[in-house]
């Protein structure tokens, strides 16, 4: 295991309330990242970070936010849950340029 | 942007053959990594194989090995001995080289391979 944590593993929420998915690492490394995973679109990039309050958008970030105050955690949040973010979320890190990413076991959220 | 495309949404092979799984890619880069990816059904994401572009030599992992085409922008996955643990979701995924090393990873949308006994 490449100590990478995802909690919840699974949320039921309704339209509208704000959502905060939580990925903790113990590895001590540099890069986080944050996907989605929708049928048909394999795995989208949402937002990751290179550092502590380092961050930056990727494919599909619009509707999430992300925050990183600690190497070891980093945060997805969704200020208003819509329907169209019900998904799995999957959390992966990455140390040095030469290595793959590890990614954590996935949360599967679905918005009501 | 980088793309990247796998034809085959669905594969089936019977255990203990080969199968090659294909995947392409769009990219104006020279340097870049790619990847294939297992997502078994407990969605667990397994790292299966890794390429470095500026390596011509294929990577290969027990039986697991690839094909790398640049100039074609190719990237294919080979099966030998097909299990039955190997049945599952393979993503092809790219990586810029670029970028202060903080790219994530862009992926196909993933070939089902179903393995039959």
């Known amino acids: 295991d490449a100590g990478i944590t995802q909690s919840p593993r699974h949320k039921v929420t309704e339209t509208g309330t704000p959502v905060t998915l939580r990925c903790h690492q113990t590895?001590?490394?540099?890069?986080m990242y944050w996907y989605r995973q929708d049928p048909g679109h394999g795995l989208r990039l949402i937002h990751y970070?290179?550092?502590?309050?380092?961050?930056d958008k990727g494919e599909v970030s619009d509707g999430y936010s992300v925050s990183r105050s600690k190497t070891e955690d980093f945060l997805l949040t969704l200020e208003s849950a819509t329907s169209s973010q019900t998904s799995v979320y999957f959390c992966?890190?990455?140390?040095?340029?030469?290595?793959?990413?590890?990614f954590g076991q996935g949360t599967r959220l679905t918005v009501v | 942007a980088q793309t990247v495309t796998q034809s085959q949404p669905e594969m089936s092979v019977q255990e203990a053959e080969t199968v090659t799984l294909s995947c392409t890619y769009d990219t104006s880069e020279s340097d870049y990594y790619l990847f294939w990816y297992k997502q078994p059904p407990s969605r667990q994401m397994i790292l299966v194989i890794r390429?470095?572009?500026?390596?011509?030599q294929n990577a290969t992992e027990n039986r697991f090995s690839v094909n790398f085409q640049k100039a074609a922008k190719s990237f294919s996955l080979k099966i030998s001995d097909s299990q039955l643990g190997d049945a599952a979701m393979y993503f092809c995924?790219?990586?810029?080289?670029?970028?202060?090393?903080?790219?994530?990873?862009?992926f196909g949308k993933g070939t089902h391979l179903i393995i039959q006994p």
């Open positions: 992966a890190i990455r140390e040095g340029n030469l290595r793959e990413a590890f």
């Open positions: 970070s290179y550092g502590v309050k380092d961050t």
């Open positions: 390429q470095e572009a500026y390596k011509q």
């Open positions: 590895e001590n490394h540099r890069y």
């Open positions: 995924a790219y990586r810029s080289y670029s970028g202060g090393g903080a790219d994530g990873l862009t």
